[in-house]
C-alpha cells in the first residue's frame, strides 16, 4: 500500500534532549516535506526536500534541522527542543514538485510532540 | 499564487450532498484549483483538482465557474465521516514548493 509512516505518533520530551521525528515514504517521490499544525495558526511548512541531498527552508525552519541522504527518508530532527515547538507534525511526499497539471501531496498520519 | 475565500463553517445532513464553496477570484490562466480535507488530527487528504473544466472522481464532483473566479466542491451524499474542514487551494500549473493552507471550511454532518 502506498504511504507516507511517520513515528512516532505521540511524544513527550524535555527541554533540550535531542529527538528526531522519522518519516518514510515508499512511493519513490521525489518531494518530500514537514508541516506543523498549530491551533489558530494552520498548517505551515517547515522544511521541504526536491530530492536525495537537496533540502531547502519552508516557513518556519528556525529549530528543526532536516536531512535526505536516501529517497525514502527525510527525518525532522529537533536539535534542542523548546516549548513552543509543541505541536502536531506532518511529513508528506508528491512525486514532484507539488501542484502544477497532477501532483498531489500525501500525508502522513501525524506526530503529536510535547516539550516540558 | 491567488488567494482563497472559503466559509469557516457548514451544516449538512447525513445523505444528502454537500456543496462547498470557494471563492478565488483573482486566480490566473495557469492556475489549478485543489481541494484537499483534514479528518479530525489526520494528515490532509487529497480530494480533487480542477483547471476549468468540471471534474469528477470517486470521492467528490468539482464545479469551476466559467469565468473560473470561483468553485465548488460537491460532496454528493455525505456520511458522518466526511465531517472535516475543508481546504480550497490554488496552485501554479508549474508546481509549487509547498501549498499554503487557509482556514478552510469546518463541515459537519448531522446525523
Known amino acids: 500500500e502506498a504511504q507516507v509512516t511517520q513515528n512516532p505518533r505521540y511524544l513527550i520530551t524535555v527541554t533540550g534532549k535531542k529527538l528526531t521525528v522519522t518519516c518514510s515514504q515508499n512511493?519513490?517521490?521525489?518531494?518530500m516535506s514537514w508541516y506543523r499544525q498549530d491551533p489558530g495558526l494552520g498548517l505551515r511548512q517547515i522544511y521541504y526536500?526536491?530530492?536525495?541531498?537537496?533540502?531547502d527552508k519552508g516557513d518556519v525552519p528556525e529549530g528543526y534541522k532536516v536531512s535526505r541522504k536516501e529517497k525514502r527518508n527525510f527525518p525532522l530532527i529537533l536539535e534542542s527542543p523548546s516549548p513552543n515547538q509543541t505541536s502536531l507534525y506532518f511529513c508528506?511526499?508528491?512525486?514532484?514538485?507539488?501542484?502544477?497539471?497532477?501532483?498531489?501531496?500525501?500525508f502522513g498520519s501525524g506526530t503529536q510532540l510535547s516539550v516540558l | 499564487d491567488a488567494k482563497t475565500t472559503q466559509p469557516p463553517s457548514m451544516d449538512c445532513a447525513e445523505g444528502r450532498a454537500a456543496n462547498l464553496p470557494c471563492n478565488h477570484s483573482t486566480i490566473s490562466g495557469n492556475e489549478y484549483v485543489y481541494w484537499y480535507r483534514q479528518i479530525h488530527s489526520q494528515g490532509p487528504q487529497y480530494i480533487i483538482h480542477?483547471?476549468?473544466n468540471n471534474e469528477t472522481n470517486e470521492m467528490a464532483s468539482l464545479i469551476i465557474t466559467e469565468d473560473r473566479k470561483s468553485s465548488t466542491l460537491i460532496l454528493p451524499h455525505a456520511t458522518l465521516r466526511d465531517t472535516a474542514v475543508y481546504y480550497c487551494?490554488?496552485?501554479?500549473?508549474?508546481?509549487?514548493?509547498?501549498?499554503?493552507f487557509g482556514q478552510g471550511t469546518r463541515l459537519t454532518i448531522n446525523p
Open positions: 480542477g483547471l476549468k
Open positions: 512511493m519513490n517521490h521525489e518531494y
Open positions: 526536500s526536491m530530492n536525495v541531498e537537496v533540502t
Open positions: 487551494i490554488v496552485l501554479n500549473y508549474q508546481g509549487a514548493q509547498k501549498l499554503v
Open positions: 508528506a511526499s508528491s512525486r514532484s514538485r507539488i501542484g502544477g497539471t497532477n501532483e498531489k501531496l500525501f
